[in-house]
């Protein structure tokens, strides 16, 4: 899904926490499941943050079959 300027909308992107391998539906999910702000868990995905609360984040890659 994209935003009216083509930008994709980040809510509905899986992410991964590297350190343990969960993945979750969004970074509203994993920021929650691990007790941290959305925010800087946003900022680590962007790469404007290496990591929040010793965790690290990265979108999970879509495999079309």
Avoid: Q, W
Avoid at 29 to 54: F, P, W
């Amino acid at each position: 899904m994209k935003r009216k300027n083509g930008r994709p909308i980040e809510h509905d992107k899986p992410v991964r926490i590297i350190e343990t391998g969960a993945v979750y539906k969004n970074y509203i999910e994993a920021a929650d499941a691990i007790g941290g702000n959305r925010s800087c868990v946003y900022l680590c995905l962007r790469g404007d943050r290496a990591r929040h609360m010793g965790f690290t984040f990265k979108y999970e890659e879509e495999n079309d079959g």
